[in-house]
């Protein structure tokens, strides 16, 4: 109701009592500025078709409310396009269910402990792809030195590479996974841990290019609490690593986020020319000290809570309502990298505000197209704290003390709205 207290939100993703050194939550359920149930289901037709422009505006005031976060985040990340119909969306999730189960069943016939609810922390095989009778592994999967599996990996002969490559990532995976948001009750159940290592496992396999990488549990541990399905957990997965994938890539040469730094040092000459060459001296022109900001997407800026309000903040200024049609065809394909745009021109209120500003600058604002506005959310955290680094940063150990210390101390929605006003004045500059 109008004129109701705000309601924290930290009942929904509740801390295990003997974790005390969290940050603070300061995500608050505002009534009529927090995207509820109630406009949630008013925003969509008869039919179903959504109108995304309402939508995001009221994300825009006040974040969405967490017992429907999951299913809004689908239409944020280009699951299903907001003018397809409750019918046509349901085929797609069923079809879909379908893909990840056949998936699945590919992946547990390679390794029987996929979808056994257990997980592995140690390797099975060597690079030669020889078993590996390790006890941790015995023990964790229940699979004992005379199982079939073992057996039969014997008798295999030569596996294949990608085969090989993959089923040396699993006990990677599963380390990550114990290390993953370990302060949530969520995660005190082993069925859940078992099920963020399944996806993992599962997108590893799919991806050729990019497998499976440090930093990737931090990106896919919310879907699996905020959607039940495992299957739909997987595809708002995929859709954020459609994002988030070329950070990821590695040339043997360098890694993909290393493009991203490149700009981060750009757009920080333009803006704040004074602290970057200060940077510069410290040793730090390549802002490697930037990258975990970049790579896991603040969540480790933020509290849990306050990382998805950040997250939902971000692509809802991002939102392209052809960003659907681009997943899609060709499937695993595209990326949402440049803004590409294909038949009819799309409609400026159905775009989130960052990229109605680009859409006015041509849809650039680099050479290789928009940048993420991740970029110049760590470009305004730097501007921020300028004056700090500039009299206190007397090392690159120091830099890394002062962004350390804003753990807790960021407001998501004053952050976005800082990184809106840097891309403005950044595009202007550029400009010139």
């Known amino acids: 109701m109008w004129g109701s207290a705000a309601e924290p939100a930290d009942s929904y993703y509740q801390i295990r009592p003997e974790c005390t050194d969290v940050p603070n939550t300061r995500f608050k359920i505002k009534p009529g500025k927090t995207l509820s149930v109630r406009k949630w289901q008013a925003a969509f037709t008869q039919e179903g078709i959504l109108d995304i422009g309402k939508t995001l505006n009221r994300i825009q005031r006040g974040g969405i409310h967490p017992s429907i976060r999951g299913e809004v985040w689908e239409f944020l990340l280009g699951c299903y396009d907001p003018k397809s119909t409750f019918e046509e969306r349901e085929q797609i999730r069923q079809r879909r269910r379908l893909q990840y189960a056949s998936w699945k069943q590919e992946c547990k016939q390679m390794f029987p402990v996929i979808g056994s609810g257990g997980f592995i922390t140690a390797p099975v095989i060597t690079e030669k792809g020889q078993p590996i009778l390790d006890p ?15 057996k039969e990996l014997e008798s295999r002969g030569p596996l294949d590479e990608k085969v090989i490559q993959w089923m040396l990532t699993l006990h990677q995976i599963g380390l990550d996974v114990n290390r993953t948001d370990r302060t949530l009750v969520f995660y005190e159940k082993k069925e859940n841990l078992s099920k963020l290592w399944d996806i993992l496992a599962l997108y590893a396999w799919i991806d050729n290019d990019v497998g499976y990488c440090q930093g990737m549990s931090d990106l896919c541990s919310p879907m699996i609490m905020l959607l039940e399905d495992e299957a739909d957990a997987f595809w708002c997965f995929e859709r954020l690593m459609r994002r988030l994938r070329g950070n990821f890539r590695s040339t043997g040469r360098s890694v993909g986020v290393e493009a991203q730094l490149t700009h981060l040092s750009t757009i920080t000459q ?22 975990r900001m970049i790579m896991v997407q603040f969540r480790r800026e933020f509290s849990f809570c306050d990382s998805l309000y950040l997250w939902e903040m971000m692509w809802g200024l991002e939102y392209d309502p052809e960003m659907y049609s681009l997943y899609e065809e060709p499937e695993f394909e595209g990326e949402k990298t440049e803004g590409s745009s294909k038949g009819k021109p799309k409609s400026i209120k159905q775009c989130g505000k960052y990229e109605r500003e680009n859409m006015k600058n041509g849809g650039k604002s680099s050479a290789e197209g928009p940048l993420p506005i991740s970029v110049f959310l760590v470009a305004s955290v730097l501007k921020d704290k300028s004056s700090k680094l500039m009299t206190e940063a007397r090392g690159l150990d120091d830099v890394v003390k002062i962004l350390n210390d804003i753990t807790g101390n960021l407001d998501a929605k004053k952050a976005c709205s800082g990184a809106m006003k840097l891309h403005k004045k950044y595009l202007k500059k550029a400009k010139n």
């Open 136 to 150: 941790l592994v015995l023990q964790e999967t229940n699979l004992g030195e005379d199982s079939d599996f073992f």
């Open 270 to 291: 333009i803006i704040d020319p004074k602290l970057h060459h200060h940077l510069e001296n410290l040793g730090g022109g390549d802002y490697l000290f930037a990258i």
